[in-house]
């Protein structure tokens, strides 16, 4: 039997944090959560993950943010959220999740500097960049192909880069990338773009913007960094060499629910299912932005779902803990 005093376990010498409500995340879902939990004097604790401000922070510009007509740096915006949800009691912990315990209440969460011991649990933990997975793309990461314009855009000043992808992010990032770049080779698998009609208008109307349809990218070459790509025709199947500095992929995310499998329903996208209350299968785990969101994924939704998570989650502590009173009455 686990024998605990004062959070203390003598399972673990690791003391265990009592919280009442959890957040696992930093980015715009993340951090709204916590200034909702704040305002409701929760003491809410955010575990940043490895990307403080999530990939929110990564975007160099954020445009559709209400509120900031002239637009806003992503990084500022995650600065702003933390000092808001902070100002209110918020604790910001630069730390990650290693694995969770959902069948039980309080949750545990291990983390890499501690445990903790969580009446409710928020996860926004957002979703990583898929890969092409081609021969070369591993091995030139970093060396020519990245998966982030706003981090490594500047490396390629004057020089010819490519973006694969035909969503929004493909053409906002490679928009961005003509401020550094002497050419941006958009090469996309159809013959006609998934991104929305502002991106579109923008990109066709940008000189240093080209496209290459109906082609996908089948290997990088390049022994120290990238020399060029192989490119194939989707439709005759036809290939050449291409050469290019540099390759960006936008190719659209998985999201972060490795911890969570076999504890939480998983939509066959990976994805964590909620209802409208944003409640996860468990009572009392909620999720929240895009974890848990394969269709907006904006920051502006990422933000009302987590507001919308702490909601729930304040609630349904309110209700257990108002239970828990009435049954210890005489
Ligand atoms: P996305 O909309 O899923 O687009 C992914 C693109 O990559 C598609 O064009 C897809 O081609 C292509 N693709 C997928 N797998 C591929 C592969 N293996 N090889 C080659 N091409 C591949 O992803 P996203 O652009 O990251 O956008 C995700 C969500 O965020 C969307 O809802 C988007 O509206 C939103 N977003 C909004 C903004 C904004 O409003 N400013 C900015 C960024 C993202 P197909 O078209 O043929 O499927």
């Not at 995650?78 to 990650?96: P, W, Y």
């Not at 006609?192 to 913007?209: M, P, Y």
């Amino acid at each position: 039997m686990e024998f605990r005093f004062s959070g203390l376990s003598m399972e673990n010498s690791t003391p265990q944090e009592p919280v009442k409500v959890l957040i696992l995340g930093s980015g715009p879902a993340g951090l709204s959560a916590a200034l909702y939990a704040a305002r409701a004097e929760m003491n809410p604790v955010v575990l940043t993950g490895m990307e403080l401000g999530g990939q929110a922070a990564l975007t160099y510009t954020i445009e559709n943010y209400p509120g900031f007509p002239e637009g806003v740096g992503g990084s500022q915006l995650g600065e702003l959220f933390q000092k808001q949800a902070e100002r209110f009691g918020a604790r910001v912990e630069i730390d990650s999740a290693t694995s969770v315990d959902l069948s039980q209440r309080p949750f545990r969460v291990t983390s890499f500097n501690g445990q903790f011991l969580a009446d409710s649990l928020i996860i926004a933990t957002g979703a990583t960049p898929d890969h092409l997975l081609i021969p070369g793309e591993n091995e030139l990461t970093g060396r020519g192909v990245s998966y982030c314009a706003t981090c490594d855009g500047w490396f390629f000043k004057d020089k010819k880069v490519v973006v694969v992808g035909g969503g929004d992010s493909a053409l906002e990032e490679g928009i961005f990338l003509t401020r550094y770049a002497k050419s941006v080779t958009i090469v996309h698998r159809r013959d006609s773009l998934r991104a929305g009609q502002i991106l579109q208008k923008r990109a066709f109307d940008n000189e240093k913007v080209k496209f290459i349809w109906n082609t996908v990218v089948t290997e990088v070459l390049g022994k120290e960094t990238v020399e060029a790509l192989r490119l194939k025709d989707t439709v005759t199947g036809e290939e050449r060499i291409f050469p290019t500095d540099g390759m960006f992929i936008f190719i659209g995310h998985t999201p972060n629910t490795g911890l969570f499998k076999g504890q939480l329903e998983l939509d066959e996208g990976g994805y964590i299912k909620t209802d409208t209350l944003m409640q996860t299968s468990v009572p009392g785990v909620y999720a929240a932005g895009e974890v848990a969101d394969p269709i907006y994924r904006q920051v502006v939704t990422s933000a009302g779902m987590g507001a919308a998570a702490a909601m729930q989650a304040i609630r349904y502590l309110e209700e257990n803990t108002k239970e828990a009173e009435t049954t210890l009455e005489p």
